[in-house]
């Protein structure tokens, strides 16, 4: 599967951004998605996750109540939508895909993302 993100940007504290994520390839909605975000000198890190069919999501507790991610197979997206925004969160956000064996379980840890996008600035003011 190939990603490719779009939505970031420049936004003062406090503010909102909807990251998507569109996803080539017919099989996109047997796969595992997820964003994650490095920041410059950090690790990658795990933001949030969603199942195949959306049913289930998994966030880090940084983000949690702030975010959400969303997915429509339809329409072979994803999206991460921001809220309550935070200089600390300034960062690159990838998309990211895996095929996971418990279709019911989402990994948070970065490694185990198979697929990845080119990521999308998102910078916030403060």
């Known amino acids: 599967v190939q990603l490719q993100a779009s939505g970031g940007g420049l936004v003062q504290a406090g503010g909102s951004l909807r990251l998507s994520c569109a996803a080539s390839g017919r099989t996109f909605s047997s796969y595992t998605m997820g964003w994650c975000r490095q920041a410059p000198g950090k690790e990658r890190e795990f933001v949030a996750g969603i199942s195949w069919s959306g049913g289930s999501t998994s966030y880090a507790d940084s983000v949690k109540g702030r975010f959400t991610i969303s997915r429509d197979n339809a329409k072979n997206a994803v999206y991460l939508q921001m809220n309550s925004l935070k200089p600390d969160d300034t960062a690159v956000y990838y998309c990211?895909?895996?095929?996971?064996?418990?279709?019911?379980?989402?990994?948070?840890?970065?490694?185990?993302?198979?697929?990845w996008g080119q990521g999308t600035q998102v910078t916030v003011s403060s």
């Open positions: 990211a895909a895996y095929s996971a064996a418990d279709r019911a379980f989402i990994t948070r840890r970065a490694s185990e993302y198979d697929y």
